[in-house]
T-cell receptor
């Protein structure tokens, strides 16, 4: 299985809602990543987990809260988002020492109303 | 100056042409250079990576890195309509065996005309 899956594919939420994005991989990768990609822009790194521990937080606002419950799963909890947070949220995974070979999921397209 | 510069295009070429895509960068610590392909509304797909300088070939794709000029290229031979996508260059510095994020270029939107 060489796939990274993300659910849901699309999400529309209000500014007061709480929702979660889910990412799963079964490639034995012990590094997992969240990126944010706005239209016609490159992906921007948000968080990195290595061996289920948060190793990089790129100064992301606290309304985004990552969680890595086990080596196959990565969640991104969302609360009190702003319309400017609307974007494609991409999950990726890799072996920790092989970060140049990151496998990306299809993304969750988030719209904040 | 942005860390990675890439012309967003669009770049439109006829089927069968050789395509040249390029990125320049400013961070001399970058050692790993990747090319990703992203179709509309999909996640990026890794095409190739190169470590340090040199060339790498995989089928119709050739990646080149010139660290002295801080310039990388991706060549696509015998281009096909199915190659139409956005091509993102990405880079990272060595991280001592740990996990690290990638720094992406803006992406070049490529259109192969049948």
């Amino acid at each position: 299985d060489t796939e990274v899956t993300q659910t849901p594919k699309h999400l529309v939420m209000g500014m007061t809602n709480k929702k979660s994005l889910k990412c799963e991989q079964h490639m034995g990768h012990r590094a997992m990543y969240w990126y944010k990609q706005k239209a016609k822009k490159p992906p921007e790194l948000m968080f990195v987990y290595s061996y289920e521990k948060l190793s990089i937080n790129e100064s992301v606002p606290s309304r985004f809260s990552p969680e890595c419950p086990n080596s196959s799963l990565l969640n991104l909890h969302l609360h009190a988002l702003q319309p400017e947070d609307s974007a494609l949220y991409l999950c990726a995974s890799s072996y920790p020492g092989v970060s140049h070979e990151q496998f990306f999921g299809p993304g969750t397209r988030l719209t904040v109303l | 100056q942005k860390e990675v510069e890439q012309d967003p295009g669009p770049l439109s070429v006829p089927e069968g042409a050789i395509v040249s895509l390029n990125c320049t960068y400013s961070n001399s610590a970058f050692q790993y250079f990747m090319w990703y392909r992203q179709y509309s509304r999909k996640g990026p797909e890794l095409l190739m990576y190169t470590y340090s300088s040199g060339n790498k070939e995989d089928g119709r794709f050739t990646a080149q890195v010139d660290k002295s000029s801080k310039y990388i290229s991706l060549f696509i031979r015998d281009s096909q309509p199915s190659d139409s996508a956005t091509y993102l260059c990405a880079m990272r510095a060595p991280s001592g065996g740990g996990a690290d994020g990638l720094t992406f270029g803006k992406g070049t939107h490529l259109i192969i005309q049948p």
